[in-house]
């Protein structure tokens, strides 16, 4: 079975020589009908979000999905399948054989060509400041939270199937656990881009954006673990082995990738410092484009887990190569990993539309048991989101006594400090704050008190209730479906089982996300510069910038000035990090000056290139095209 199976995939994913890539015109026949429909997708796109009404209940992936479905429809009728899609053996003629190729979706496809760039794109995207604020409990919630879903969705629906709920299909729980682990991976893209033109609470977005950009490479992780349980269910020294080997395999694989993905960002800063290709931009944006696969492939040589790497390579690109690339490569290769997983992320939606009516569903469909995995799905969502929140509101709580144990300690010292030198002289006002030590108590307090240093940290409970509505399955669920382990013959049960459970929370989930925003009273529309202007004395990295600003950054970032590292670093500063000198009024090639504040005590003119002009301009925050004219946005995922 594993054998026909594996050819049977050979096939399917387009190996030369079979199916639709048999023959040139096999080839072109799919390309021409595939990229049509894609262009028809970004035509729709268009006009959907020129129609805000429709827009609101259709997100634009469920949009994408009812393109392929309708397509896929069509393409099954005109010349449909001999064997199914999945059975292909290329001897069907070449309409049968495209045919064939339109109406599957290929895994390997999925995960080597079209979900590099989109996790890649995630990563380089981040928003560092508010990614690190809320580092805890993104972490707590893709990680932790992620393998409690996994085994409470594998147990759930073990009970279930035990009380013979389920209908006719009864899989073993190693299996039910692999299917936890990969319906456990989400993918908001609908949600985001609601949060995206809402302009959410910042909070909000982060703990979703930061969530899924590390829940699907824990979910594989999981999923790759777990798979290798079923079929040793019937050996308790196999299954103790294989606990011991998953444990191992997730630490090895997570903590190797995350390393080697840092690694592969500051290689690749350090290239672009020693070798100035600034001069030659086409050469430049050619080395810099490889950073979004070669560490993918790297790590699955050394069999770790690509998506890992390649998420934390695109957070060190963007960190440490990104200042060392000259100002025009930096806009085209900004806009070239956007179009990238733009077009990758539209084709996943559209071949997952088209792939549902080649799924040959005759004899596998369970509705007991769909229904029950749906219900799972959220059961396992509420167990990650609801006690993850109470238990991290406990950690801020428990640190919040302990920072007014402490303040309350060190101004009663500071009392009787003061009492021993006043004496009897001390007038009765200072004991009700009427004096400086009183004014000093209060804004002390104010200051280390939770409402000022850890507000913006507490997760309020209709954040949490959005957090558990925003967790939608997509392509990375059903592309670990198409891969499932088959040695006992249910794999098609639950590719279908979890395509439905995609197609539910894309258009009921997604479609419902503005409602679910209004109902749940989510601020929207926040004025970005006044949010970070008010957070800025809360968002830094501590211990962290200190590592980097002493180890890493001198050594790979040109020119790089320590006295200079932070984003709050005045002009003149930021001017002697590019080694310009001072002078003449600063003047650019277009001719338009930049001065100092007139607070500042730089107050003479700087005299700066074209270079330093448009680093100046990038580090205040704007777009590193020439005309500077958008800045970055708080809500910029990469996707659009």
Not at 185 to 205: I, M, W
Request: net charge negative.
């Amino acid at each position: 079975a594993d054998e026909s199976d594996e050819s049977s995939s050979a096939v399917k994913d387009g190996v030369p020589g079979y199916g639709w890539t048999a023959t040139e015109e096999g080839i072109s026949s799919y390309f021409v009908i595939f990229l049509s429909l894609l262009a028809l997708v970004l035509v729709f796109g268009k006009l959907l979000h020129d129609r805000r009404n429709l827009s609101s209940v259709l997100p634009e992936a469920g949009m994408t999905i009812i393109v392929g479905v309708v397509s896929g429809y069509f393409v099954n009728l005109l010349s449909p399948p001999q064997d199914g899609a999945d059975d292909d053996d290329g001897d069907g003629g070449d309409d049968a054989n495209v045919a064939n190729g339109l109406l599957s979706f290929s895994p390997t496809f999925f995960f080597v060509a079209l979900l590099p760039p989109i996790i890649f794109n995630s990563g380089y995207h981040l928003k560092r400041e508010l990614f690190f604020r809320h580092m805890t409990p993104i972490v707590l919630f893709s990680c932790v939270g992620t393998a409690v879903s996994t085994l409470v969705i594998g147990v759930l629906l073990q009970i279930v199937t035990s009380a013979g709920l389920t209908g006719s299909f009864h899989p073993r729980f190693s299996e039910l656990l692999t299917f936890g682990a990969l319906v456990s991976a989400t993918d908001p893209v609908s949600t985001l881009a609601v949060f995206q033109e809402k302009r959410v609470d910042p909070q909000l977005f982060y703990l979703v954006f930061g969530e899924s950009v590390l829940n699907d490479a824990v979910g594989l992780v999981l999923f790759n673990a777990c798979q290798k349980f079923v079929g040793h269910e019937n050996s308790f020294e196999k299954v103790t082995l294989a606990i011991l080997q998953f444990v191992l395999d997730f630490l090895f694989s997570f903590i190797g990738s995350l390393f080697l993905g840092a690694i592969s960002g500051i290689l690749a800063a350090f290239l672009l410092k020693i070798v100035d290709m600034r001069q030659t931009s086409l050469l430049e944006l050619c080395f810099y484009i490889l950073v979004m696969y070669l560490p993918f492939f790297l790590a699955e040589v050394l069999h770790l887990s690509g998506i890992v790497t390649i998420l934390f390579t695109g957070i060190a690109a963007k960190r440490y190569a990104e200042p060392n690339l000259s100002p025009r490569t930096e806009a085209e290769a900004d806009r070239l990993f956007r179009v990238t997983a733009h077009l990758a992320e539209t084709a996943i939606f559209l071949e997952l539309g088209l792939s549902v009516f080649g799924l040959g569903s005759h004899g596998n469909f369970h509705l007991q048991f769909i229904l029950w995995a749906i219900f799972a799905c959220l059961v396992g969502r509420a167990t990650n989101i609801y006690p993850i929140t109470l238990l991290f509101n406990r950690i801020l709580w428990r640190r919040d006594v302990e920072d007014e144990n402490s303040t309350e300690l060190e101004m009663g010292n500071l009392n009787q400090e003061s009492g021993e030198v006043s004496g009897a002289q001390t007038p009765p006002s200072s004991l009700q704050g009427g004096n400086a030590l009183g004014t000093k108590r209060s804004n002390s307090s104010e200051i280390t008190r939770t409402s000022y240093s850890r507000q913006d940290l507490k997760i309020h409970w209709n954040t949490a209730h959005m957090l558990w509505f925003s967790g939608l399955r997509g392509a990375v669920a059903y592309a670990c479906a198409k891969t499932f382990p088959n040695s006992l013959g249910n794999r098609t049960p639950f590719v279908i089982t979890t395509m439905v459970i995609v197609l539910v929370t894309v258009f009921l989930l997604g479609g419902t996300t503005e409602i679910a925003l209004s109902a749940l009273d989510i601020d929207v529309d926040v004025d970005e510069e006044e949010y970070m202007n008010s957070e800025s004395e809360r968002l830094n990295f501590g211990v962290l910038n200190k590592l980097e600003d002493k180890f890493i950054c001198p050594y790979v970032i040109r020119d790089y000035s320590r006295s200079c590292q932070s984003d709050s670093a005045t002009l003149s500063c930021r001017l002697a990090a590019e080694g310009q000198s001072l002078g003449t009024p600063p003047v650019t090639s277009h001719g338009s000056g930049i001065m100092p504040s007139p607070d500042s005590p730089a107050t003479q003119g700087q005299e700066m290139t074209e270079l330093a002009h448009f680093s100046v301009m990038r580090r205040m925050g704007y777009l590193s095209d020439e005309s500077f004219r958008r800045k970055k946005s708080l809500y910029d995922y990469g996707s659009r």
